[in-house]
T-cell receptor
């Protein structure tokens, strides 16, 4: 089965420090990978995606993610964290089952401390 | 317009009530989705409509009934729900249900409480 895993339930980072939110995938074939962010009582917002091409993908709000095929990882990164980055982050993989569907990881709660 | 809108924002209903959730997008997207999300958990896919046809039903109980009247609208009809159905219901859309590289755009959700 195609899936993603987020090994950390929670990540705490000091404001101004770099942040990393981890995601590993298990898919057959070429993966289509996505990162979404969810603020309290809100829907999910798309951050970035990897389809093909450059392994370093740049997205919204200064976030980027590095696709690593040998390590089957797609970690989300930001060079300098802001308190406003505190939210719930989901990694997802696109699965083909008739139509397309997203399979989400369990989510990582990111807290940026002032 | 790059928004997915959902109404109502909050809904409280009894187990014998009938209610409907509505979702609308004007981005010309041809795939629309319903998800259920419990607190601190990832969204769980319920239904996918592609070109106004139901293409995925993730074995959802029949007390949930989706409807796609046209390419911009998606409804979820609710009847005889259980308290465990209380959750945030999210609607999403994407440009196509067939191409793998389309990201999904999510609405803000409807917070449903079943008493």
């Amino acid at each position: 089965a195609q899936s993603v895993a987020q090994p950390e339930d929670q990540v705490n980072v000091a404001e101004g420090n770099p942040l990393t939110v981890k995601c590993t995938y298990s898919v057959s074939g070429n993966p289509y990978l996505f990162w979404y962010v969810q603020y309290p009582n809100r829907g999910l917002q798309f951050l970035l995606k990897y389809i093909t091409g450059d392994n370093l993908v740049k997205g919204s709000y200064g976030f980027e993610a590095e696709f690593n095929k040998s390590q089957t990882s797609f970690h989300l990164k930001k060079p300098s964290a802001l308190v406003s980055d505190s939210a719930l982050y989901f990694c997802a993989v696109k699965v083909v089952q008739g139509a397309q569907k997203l399979v989400f990881g369990q989510g990582t709660r990111l807290t940026i401390n002032p | 317009d790059t928004e997915v809108t959902q109404t109502p924002k909050h809904l409280v209903m009894g187990m014998t009530n009938k209610k409907s959730l509505k979702c609308e997008q004007h981005m010309g997207h041809r795939a629309m989705y319903w998800y259920k999300q419990k607190a601190k958990k990832p969204p769980e896919l319920m239904f996918v409509y592609s070109y106004e046809k139901l293409s995925i039903n993730e074995s959802v109980p029949s007390r949930f009934s989706p409807e796609c009247p046209n390419s911009s609208l998606l409804n979820l009809h609710l009847h005889a729900l259980q308290p465990e159905d209380s959750a945030l219901y999210l609607c999403a859309s994407s440009r196509s249900g067939l191409a793998g590289d389309n990201e999904q755009f999510f609405g803000p959700g409807t917070r449903l409480t079943v008493l």
